[in-house]
């Protein structure tokens, strides 16, 4: 049994697992092919390529008769390349504003006096935040009759929590505490910043193979050289090349790993927060209950959803599709009430015993 | 040669690491006082809020004066007990927010009986604030329990605990029931009498 700082504490552990390999295996695309060239430096190679003849400029082309042994070096220039991209893109897009996402939904602010269940929403928001001790983010109204809410907003003065009619329509007071808690938690445990940089770096993958694929390499012309450290660098860079092929599909299946962790997170934080659980467990069951798929939200922003957007992640399938940004319904709800179950059982033995 | 900058390197890790511990003491004992403060700015605020309540039913509920003149003697003696207390008193001041939670709920009980004041008096929206600001007071107090815990259990962690004397660290009192009575469940006595 375990209690929601438990599941807190291992899920975060997860998430850094995940993110460490996802950063590696970044380096390896880099820095693969820089090793390859250091162990292949040691002869002179040529690569050759239809839309343009590749000089490495550390190799010079003796004659043929001569093999020359050469000291080997490593230049880091692709990994170099690649961290500054990183950084290029990732700057770029952290200086997004929250807005574009909102107005592209119709979004519109919430107001106390407009009518009983928007007063009720700035209300439960504010219970929410002091019980989590954050500021109060902007609220939002997304005018669909389909249940959802997401959390939009990278640092701290500018987060925002949009929910739509049907969810206030749907919903009662604890329930909506639940969802609203649920999203206060994403933006505490900063998950949209992970997912932003996280999509980034997919995206800078992408470019990577597109980049490759296109400068047409189609061979090595390998002279001279240690025989031995010519293999070691061509086997380096037949691994650096399949990485690269298959780069693209890796990274989208880890940034979705780490996004279905991050949902489990706040789900225990947000049990934490209201610590009534079973709120959030049956506001979930409502949702999953309304069969359309809200269409106001773009796929680009699923991912800061309470439930799937997606018409095919509502259909209440315990499988774990590898390709969903949410984990199962069924799943999040069974681990809410075991959590609701710990926190009797540990307060019936609180009573008990004291 | 190379056994003395493994040497350097190492003490450099362990200082950073002392060092980040003391900031996280100083860090959490001020989000501690913070979440203690918060608790008060919930009770002044139900304080202020039910003034107003007593002004929106005033008018319609001329027969239940006793019920009306309970809640502002309550309030009144709360504001007093709030307003003059240390830390000993606190059990004082508990008391006092218990009383005026009690005759709220009477209250609120009475005012189910006068339909047309529900539907259109403002009274509709002040239930939804008292029961908010109920709700917030109650979270405010969870908050400062969970993260006085979280101070607490960081205290006696290692390798926090070798720095805590340093950071003039010391264990927070967390926010319990004192009086008995209030753990019990209320009764409601149905009984025609």
Redesign the interface.
Known sequence: MATFFDLQEKNRKKTRLIVVCFVLFFIWLGAGLDLALYYWSGGSIRMVSYSYNYRHRYMSSPPATTPVKKEKHFHPIFTLIVGLAGVGLAWWSMSNAAGTVLSSMLAKPADRNRSPEEHTLVNVVEEMCIASSMRPPKVWIIPDPDPNAMAVGLNEGDYHIAVTDGLLRTLNRDEIQGVIAHELAHLKNQDTRLMTALTVLVGIAALIAEFVGRSGFCGIDAKGGDREDNRIGSLIFILWAVSIVIAPFVTRLMTLMVSREREYLADASAAQFTRNPEALAHALEKISAAVAPTALVKPASAHLCIVSPAAADLSGDAETSWFSTHPPIALRIHRLMTIGRTMQTKAAVAQTCS | MLGGIIFLVLVVIVAFMLVSAYNRLISLKG?TD??WK?IDV?LKRRHDLIPNLINAAKGAMQFEKETLEAVVAARNSAVNACASATPATAGQVAAAEGALSAALTRFMAVVEAYPDLKATGNI??LQ??LS?TE??VA??R??YN??ATMYNITQRQFPTVLVAGLAGAAPAQLWEITDEADRAVPTVDLTMK
């Open positions: 989000q913070n979440a918060q919930q509709g929206q939804e604030e908010s709700n917030k979270f405010a969870q908050a969970d993260t």
